[in-house]
T-cell receptor, first 116, second 109 residues
Framework: GAVVSQHPSWVICKSGTSVKIECRSL??????MFWYRQFPKQSLMLMAT?????????EQGVEKDKFLINHASLTLSTLTVTSAHPEDSSFYIC????????????FGPGTRLTVL | QKEVEQNSGPLSVPEGAIASLNCTYS??????FFWYRQYSGKSPELIMS????GDKEDGRFTAQLNKASQYVSLLIRDSQPSDSATYLC?????????FGSGTKLNVKP
């Protein structure tokens, strides 16, 4: 149980384009989803917290107009990196906590984004 | 700012030995504590959660919590080369999870 998927697993795009990453909870309802970014040899950096049906809460220093988060259903959240630049290249990981797993979060496999 | 501190390592242990990983946290009101394992290039996977003072055992893993000292540890018995990874300590507070920077563990055959 508690399986979280992400798609795509990796993506390469040109500078200036937008990229959408999907995060799905496959076997539970995720009332809260978290989006993290991880640069090489560094720890996880929380970008934002999203609750189903409401606006995401962004961490300080994260541009909400650049990183658009939508949590439209209890099983799906999306992160769109708009006008991507090479410095946005990173490992993006979502995690989900649900109505049953309220005190634990389960991570998706991550999406490696490379912006050329 | 809630802080979670871990020794970055690397911690090297021989195969079959006990690996001891430590973590301290700053928010005395924290109630939930987690250990995650992260292999290089992969996302973290949950190993254990602990909520009460004392020890919690799951197979070769034992988590220890001391809220008075604001200290969490993870012991890995009979360490295997496949345990070589970065171990992340996480503390939940205010609905969010705060991660340490991770301790890299190397288990040498």
């Amino acid at each position: 149980g508690a399986v979280v998927s992400q798609h795509p697993s990796w993506v390469i795009c040109k500078s200036g384009t937008s990229v959408k990453i999907e995060c799905r909870s496959l076997d539970f309802q995720a009332t809260t989803m978290f989006w993290y970014r991880q640069f090489p040899k560094q720890s996880l950096m929380l970008m934002a917290t999203s609750n189903e049906g409401s606006k995401a809460t962004y961490e300080q220093g994260v541009e909400k107009d650049k990183f658009l988060i939508n949590h439209a259903s209890l099983t799906l959240s999306t992160l769109t990196v708009t006008s991507a630049h090479p410095e946005d290249s990173s490992f993006y990981i979502c995690s989900a906590g649900g109505t049953i797993h309220t005190d634990t979060q389960y991570f998706g496999p991550g999406t490696r984004l490379t912006v050329l | 700012q809630k802080e979670v501190e871990q020794n970055s390592g690397p911690l090297s242990v021989p195969e079959g030995a006990i690996a001891s990983l430590n973590c301290t946290y700053s928010d005395r009101g924290s109630q939930s504590f987690f250990w995650y394992r992260q292999y290089s290039g992969k996302s973290p996977e949950l190993i254990m959660s602990i909520y009460s003072n004392g020890d919690k055992e799951d197979g070769r893993f034992t988590a220890q919590l001391n809220k008075a000292s604001q200290y969490v540890s993870l012991l890995i018995r009979d360490s295997q080369p496949s345990d070589s990874a970065t171990y992340l300590c996480a503390v939940k507070g205010g609905g969010k999870f705060y991660f340490g920077s991770g301790t890299k563990l190397n288990v040498k055959p």
